[in-house]
């Protein structure tokens, strides 16, 4: 990757020094969850914030108008939980009366989805992604502290009915808990027509307990499933600024993806930007640094202004998130307050 001539001088656009430019925006609408996985918060739950300090809907939309118009062209609604914004639905349709419309994605723990599915479909919502890490109930309780793997199972089911297509599965294969299962889970997956997705876990919870010789790779979540299925690359060019590596299944078309954020980083290609629901622009999911919206707008600064911030902070972005060097250093914030 070329680093820019002239850092001094900033191309239009949210663009770094490193020749990137933003074209995903990650929106956290909510720090709060349904859920208490054990590798994301302890069992009590963290302090969430205060709702004087969250976005409103207007003043959120207006940043996410901002965004569209500096070139950004797909916005992802995460958490927390986004289900459990009351107005995530009013949020999407707002979204969606943008001009120009980007393409609009969210990802849930699938709790609460199956009724909302249809209304989040007619406001506009184009496809999610699911975070399931298991298929066994009994597993399924012991990671998230709570039994609703039912109800995950019927929004999955909800979502492929109402056309949010196509329904992506996330999972995330940990040592001792459910890495012996990853093939069962890609197995049901391919039953009912999901997109499976593996993701190397990441130092993102909010106990700082995350331990990479612990971790489960990308190459052993492929050697595992290579034990039942013949897994064909797809050709590199085809992926983009995708984060997922993606295999045929036994000559497709079916495929799964591997996340491999720790051990393969693909931060030369990363398109991404992050809007935390506190107002905070946020240039890598691993920042310890960010920049505040919130307060400036609420002190009447101009759509100008705040795209000033905006670039700033994009300007700022780092060569890669460090992780395995030295001085790497663990965000504060959990990834519940960040938004995946």
Known sequence: MTRLPDP????????????????????????R????????????????????????????????????????????????????????VDLVAGIAALEPRPRIAMTTNGVGLERVAIGLKEAGLDRVNVSLDTIDSETFT???????????????????????TPVKVNAVAMRGINDDSVA??????????????????????????????????????????????????????????????????DGGPETVGIIASVSA???????RTRLTADGQVRNCLFSTTETDLRGPMREGATDDELLGLMRGEMWRKRRGH?????????????MSAIGG
């Not at 001088?9 to 770094?16: F, I, N, T, W």
């Not at 793997?149 to 492929?160: P, R, T």
């Not at 980083?265 to 398109?271: E, G, Q, R, S, V």
């Open 8 to 31: 001094s001088v900033r191309p239009a656009g949210l663009a770094d020094q490193f020749g990137r430019v933003a074209r995903d925006l990650r929106v956290s609408v909510t720090d």
């Open 33 to 88: 969850c349904n859920l208490r996985c054990t590798y994301c918060m302890p069992a009590e739950g963290l302090p969430w914030m205060p709702k004087a300090e969250m976005l409103t809907d207007e003043e959120m939309l207006r940043i996410i108008g901002l965004f569209v118009r500096d070139g950004v062209t797909q916005v992802r609604l995460t958490g927390g939980e986004p289900l459990l914004r009351r107005s995530l």
């Open 265 to 271: 980083p693909f931060c030369a290609a990363c398109d």
């Open 322 to 334: 460090g992780i395995g060097d030295p001085d790497f250093v663990q965000p504060d914030r959990p």
């Open 142 to 164: 012991q990671l998230t502290r709570r039994d609703r793997l039912a109800d995950v199972e019927a929004g999955l089911k909800a979502a492929a009915d109402a056309g949010l």
């Open 184 to 249: 069962d889970v890609l197995a049901w997956c391919l039953e009912r027509g999901y997109e499976l997705r593996f993701i190397e876990q990441m130092p993102l919870d909010a106990q700082h307990a995350w331990d990479r010789d612990r971790m489960i790779s990308a190459d052993e979540i492929r050697e595992r499933l290579s034990q039942r299925w013949e897994l064909t690359p797809l050709p590199a060019a085809d992926r983009g600024s995708a984060p997922a590596e993606r295999f045929l299944v």
